[in-house]
T-cell receptor, first 113, second 112 residues
Framework: EAQVTQNPRYLITVTGKKLTVTCSQNMNHEYMSWYRQDPGLGLRQIYYSMNVEVTDKGDVPEGYKVSRKEKRNFPLILESPSPNQTSLYFC????????????FGQGTRLTVV | AQTVTQSQPEMSVQEAETVTLSCTYDTSESDYYLFWYKQPPSRQMILVIRQEAYKQQNATENRFSVNFQKAAKSFSLKISDSQLGDAAMYFCAYNYGQNFVFGPGTRLSVLP
């Protein structure tokens, strides 16, 4: 089954404790991206990757890091999480940028206390 | 910068009736893509319908159709014969190149 898998689905952590949210897709997609969803703001793009070893900032990259060492994986790293990073996070992938449907993961609800 | 506006934070519709969700966007580009995504309580993002800006014809997917007015930069979603399962948050989205911009969403309730 074609899918994007995020883990964990829920995470509560403390300020400053490094964490990683994993994202994996099994569709051999080139394009992957991370979004955060906040009430009244919709989804905002954090980082995106056009292919292996190619990543770039989206609209709200501060406080986040990503890597794309393999085509299927695109982890999101919070080196020192802060309460303002409490949000719902989505990973998405598509065959290439823009032309076709983006497949979304199930979302990760992150709470930073 | 591109922006997407959904002016209706919440809407409701009676089961079997028709409802239209509004979306406007701002861009200086001529060739781009527009989407409507549905997010039910499960949080899953589900593509409802997609429109290429260079196509004059409005996209249709079963009970879902759009009214794409390129000059007015308007992209509304019409849901016909509304069903209880249509209750969800609906996001309008714009894509050009690496820019993928979502609107703030409209929460749709379907009344039995």
């Amino acid at each position: 089954e074609a899918q994007v898998t995020q883990n964990p689905r829920y995470l509560i952590t403390v300020t400053g404790k490094k964490l990683t949210v994993t994202c994996s897709q099994n569709m051999n997609h080139e394009y992957m991206s991370w979004y955060r969803q906040d009430p009244g703001l919709g989804l905002r793009q954090i980082y995106y990757s056009m292919n292996v070893e190619v990543t770039d900032k989206g609209d709200v990259p501060e406080g986040y890091k990503v890597s794309r060492k393999e085509k299927r994986n695109f982890p999101l790293i919070l080196e020192s999480p802060s309460p303002n990073q409490t949000s719902l996070y989505f990973c998405a992938s598509s065959l290439f940028l823009g032309a076709v449907e983006a497949f979304f993961g199930q979302g990760t609800r992150l709470t930073v206390v | 910068a591109q922006t997407v506006t959904q002016s209706q934070p919440e809407m409701s519709v009676q089961e079997a009736e028709t409802v239209t969700l509004s979306c406007t966007y701002d861009t200086s580009e001529s060739d781009y893509y527009l989407f409507w995504y549905k997010q039910p309580p499960s949080r899953q993002m589900i593509l409802v319908i997609r429109q290429e800006a260079y196509k004059q014809q409005n996209a249709t997917e079963n009970r879902f159709s759009v009214n794409f007015q390129k000059a007015a930069k308007s992209f509304s979603l019409k849901i016909s014969d509304s069903q209880l399962g249509d209750a969800a948050m609906y996001f309008c989205a714009y894509n050009y190149g690496q820019n993928f911009v979502f609107g703030p969403g409209t929460r749709l309730s379907v009344l039995p």
